[in-house]
């Protein structure tokens, strides 16, 4: 029997068409700064603090954590039997929400400078919102782990891109994509998982979902799919990242097959101030990995820390 995990104290945030974002915020004992944490897809504010949260904590920053919509306990786009699974017309409606979210909560609680970090989709996303909604100048720096610039080389993403619009014509937007399912027995198997080398570590996912059914996400819909791999082609434009000037960590595995290490690397180059680490033999989910890598992580992260003088 797993034991049963607490819940954080959480709040939420009304968006103008009356969804909303739920979040938690985290004070050290003194502030040098503001850290906003954006998760990746199926992330939810507990597994991100588990760890990664804490250590942040103590290095003195104040924590902003939220669930993206359809994540967590944000409000859901499907309903019923259909809650599990992720589904999104645009990514741009998960811009619109960062966007009110930062002006209602993040703005009026920073302290001191304000720094960003996002995981896979999460990264994604939190490079769209700094250049598109014209956020460079508000935040000091940028850390990325494993984000989702490319899901596999170009010619498998181009097939990928002709199956979904054939899906999306045929009406099936909702339904899931395929190899996609509600969150079940096969997540659950350590052996062979895309995510990292540590049982504990992969443990909590599946804790926090027996606990509390209403935070699973299974996987994606065809929608979801085509929201990204638009998503995806608009950022792999070869001008898209000339403007974002911030000094820029970004952390992948080299085992990762998730975002792939040689193709995110190749988009990471051009950004200007940017810092790309690879690590050996990582898995996607760097900052939930097994010591070895985890240890390798931090290092860079905290001399990046340093080299800004936050």
Same mark, same amino acid.
């Given at each position: 029997?797993?034991?049963?995990?607490? +819940? $954080?104290?959480?709040?939420?945030?009304?968006?103008?068409?009356?969804?909303?974002?739920?979040?938690?915020?985290?004070?050290p004992e003194?502030?040098?700064?503001?850290?906003? #944490?954006?998760?990746?897809?199926?992330?939810?504010?507990?597994?991100?603090?588990?760890?990664?949260?804490?250590?942040?904590?103590?290095?003195?920053?104040?924590?902003?954590?939220?669930?993206?919509?359809?994540? %967590?306990?944000?409000?859901?786009?499907?309903?019923?039997?259909?809650?599990?699974?992720?589904?999104?017309?645009?990514?741009?409606?998960?811009?619109?929400?960062?966007?009110?979210?930062?002006?209602? @909560?993040?703005?009026?609680?920073? $302290?001191?400078?304000?720094?960003?970090? %996002?995981? $896979?989709? %999460?990264?994604?996303?939190?490079?769209?919102?700094? #250049?598109?909604?014209?956020?460079?100048?508000?935040?000091? *720096?940028?850390?990325?782990?494993?984000?989702?610039?490319? +899901? $596999?080389?170009?010619? @498998?993403?181009? &097939?990928?891109?002709?199956?979904?619009?054939?899906?999306?014509?045929? %009406?099936?937007?909702?339904?899931?994509?395929?190899?996609?399912?509600?969150?079940?027995?096969?997540?659950?198997?350590?052996?062979?998982?895309?995510?990292?080398?540590?049982?504990?570590?992969?443990?909590?996912?599946? =804790?926090?979902? /027996?606990?509390?059914?209403?935070? /699973?996400?299974?996987?994606?819909?065809w929608a979801? +799919?085509?929201?990204?791999?638009?998503?995806?082609?608009?950022?792999?434009?070869?001008?898209?990242?000339?403007?974002?000037?911030?000094?820029?960590?970004? #952390?992948? *595995?080299?085992?990762?097959?998730?975002t792939p290490?040689?193709?995110?690397?190749?988009?990471? =180059?051009?950004?200007?101030?940017?810092?790309?680490?690879?690590?050996?033999?990582?898995?996607?989910?760097? +900052?939930?990995?097994?010591?070895?890598?985890?240890?390798?992580?931090?290092?860079?992260?905290?001399?990046? &820390?340093?080299?800004?003088?936050?």
């Amino acid at each position: 029997m797993l034991e049963r995990p607490a +819940l $954080s104290a959480s709040k939420f945030c009304e968006l103008s068409d009356g969804k909303r974002l739920r979040y938690v915020l985290h004070e050290p004992e003194k502030a040098r700064g503001t850290l906003l #944490i954006a998760p990746g897809r199926r992330e939810f504010i507990e597994k991100k603090f588990s760890e990664m949260g804490q250590e942040f904590l103590q290095r003195g920053f104040r924590l902003i954590f939220f669930e993206w919509r359809g994540q %967590g306990l944000s409000d859901r786009y499907l309903a019923g039997s259909h809650h599990q699974r992720d589904h999104i017309s645009s990514f741009d409606t998960h811009l619109d929400d960062l966007s009110q979210f930062y002006d209602k @909560v993040v703005k009026p609680c920073q $302290s001191g400078p304000l720094l960003v970090t %996002g995981h $896979s989709m %999460g990264a994604h996303l939190i490079l769209r919102w700094l #250049i598109e909604r014209q956020m460079v100048n508000a935040v000091a *720096g940028v850390l990325l782990t494993a984000p989702m610039l490319a +899901l $596999s080389a170009m010619p @498998v993403q181009a &097939l990928a891109k002709a199956m979904t619009w054939t899906a999306m014509r045929l %009406g099936h937007g909702a339904d899931y994509g395929p190899a996609q399912h509600d969150y079940g027995p096969q997540d659950m198997k350590f052996e062979h998982n895309p995510l990292n080398h540590d049982p504990d570590r992969f443990e909590i996912i599946q =804790k926090y979902f /027996t606990a509390y059914p209403e935070l /699973t996400v299974g996987g994606v819909t065809w929608a979801w +799919l085509d929201a990204a791999l638009h998503s995806l082609h608009h950022i792999q434009q070869r001008k898209y990242f000339d403007h974002l000037t911030l000094p820029l960590l970004n #952390i992948v *595995g080299s085992a990762d097959h998730v975002t792939p290490a040689n193709e995110i690397s190749h988009i990471v =180059k051009r950004m200007p101030q940017a810092q790309n680490v690879v690590i050996p033999d990582a898995l996607h989910d760097i +900052l939930n990995e097994a010591n070895l890598y985890r240890l390798e992580a931090w290092k860079h992260i905290d001399g990046f &820390l340093t080299k800004l003088k936050v």
